[in-house]
């Protein structure tokens, strides 16, 4: 079946950078476009960007510009998402989704990874 | 950019139907995606493009969207149901999703 694993939880200082990975099986990585998005504890879902896993082509919240960078590998069917210059509102469990939906009036995400935990503290 | 608007909380009893809207301005003109959130868990989703259910949700989730509503309904409530649950639509004028701020559902 369709599924995104996720890396494990990280603990990291301010400061320091962060790379998760988002490992897709039962599809190939380059037929949709994959995005990232993240929820601070006790809070709602925000949207961080996406990749196109074909081209590479990358699209970031403007909140996160210039501190996000988003990959893949296809040889291992893998997108990456690295945040850097963390600070403790980083804190969050961040998530990979697929985007699915053809038209740009009907898009949405299934499945989504598991979540990975990323604590920023000194 | 576009704003969706939701109750923080709802509230039914067991048995009973539990209605979670999703505003924004002429939301009916979009497609509303819904999706539930255990404590824990990543998001599910149970219903796209404003009444579809992928494979394996329950008939009891239910989707409609008009004017400037969207609402997810679920019948039959039971204590499974209780989750987190977020409307979602694609803002075409600046090419990405929006989610609501997410309603509690309890049940009583």
């Known amino acids: 079946q369709v599924q995104l694993v996720q890396s494990g939880a990280e603990v990291k200082k301010p400061g320091a950078s962060v790379k998760v990975s988002c490992k897709a099986s039962g599809y190939t990585l380059i037929g949709y476009y994959m995005h990232w998005v993240r929820q601070a504890p006790g809070q709602g879902l925000e949207w961080m960007g996406w990749i196109n896993p074909n081209s590479g082509g990358t699209k970031y919240a403007q909140k996160f510009q210039g501190r996000v960078t988003m990959t893949r590998d296809t040889s291992i069917n893998t997108a990456y998402m690295e945040l850097s210059r963390l600070i403790s509102d980083d804190t969050a469990v961040y998530y990979c989704a697929r985007l699915r939906g053809s038209s740009s009036l009907s898009r949405w995400f299934d499945p989504w990874g598991q979540g990975t935990r990323v604590t920023v503290a000194s | 950019s576009y704003v969706l608007t939701q109750p923080p909380s709802v509230s039914v009893a067991p048995g009973q139907t539990a209605r979670i809207t999703c505003g924004g301005s002429n939301i009916g003109s979009k497609t509303v995606h819904w999706y539930q959130q255990k404590p824990g868990q990543a998001p599910v989703l149970v219903v796209y493009?404003?009444?579809d259910r992928p494979s394996g949700i329950p008939e009891r989730f239910s989707g409609s969207n008009s004017g400037n509503t969207a609402t997810l309904t679920i019948s039959r409530v039971d204590a499974g149901d209780e989750a987190d649950y977020y409307c979602q639509v694609w803002d075409s004028s600046s090419d990405h999703p929006v989610f609501g701020g997410g309603t509690k559902l309890t049940v009583l």
């Open positions: 493009d404003d009444t």
